[in-house]
């Protein structure tokens, strides 16, 4: 199949299947005598797995140990568990720094009754008050990790 039925497949666009050949995520593809890529199921099930990773928020480098995990079936599956036990901890840590940020805009947004005009907006205030260092420490929250 050509790029474009594989990105069909898989719900994935064309651009990403390039993205994902050019990391070294999925092998590349064999090549016709025009020279256009030719896809095989194969890299149908492993575009989807990546996918899949991707989906639960894992890095290139997460999918890159998993991928290689997975091409070596006879080894013990402990180290994806232990990947996956420490992507469990990441996400974990993120939903306490999402609560955290949640409950600092319902903070922001409690400062203002509403009724009143702009100018005299308590969110607003709010947020001209705590600008500065102590907001650019708390940072904003990274949908990425190392």
Do not use: W
């Not at 492993?46 to 991707?54: M, P, T």
């Amino acid at each position: 199949m050509k790029i474009g039925e594989l990105a069909g497949q898989t719900g994935c666009p064309v651009q990403t299947v390039r993205f994902y050949e050019a990391e070294g995520l999925l092998q590349p593809p064999e090549r016709s005598a025009n020279n256009y890529r030719i896809y095989g199921q194969t890299h149908v099930d492993r575009l989807s797995f990546i996918l899949r990773c991707r989906s639960l928020d894992m890095t290139h480098d997460e999918i890159r140990v998993l991928l290689r995990l997975q091409d070596d079936p006879t080894k013990p599956c402990d180290e994806v568990n232990e990947l996956l036990d420490n992507h469990a901890r990441h996400v974990d840590a993120r939903i306490s720094e999402l609560t955290a940020l949640k409950q600092q805009i319902q903070d922001i947004r409690d400062a203002c009754a509403g009724g009143t005009c702009i100018g005299e907006c308590g969110a607003l205030d709010s947020l001209r008050r705590n600008t500065g260092a102590s907001a650019a420490k708390r940072g904003h929250i990274k949908g990425v990790h190392q």
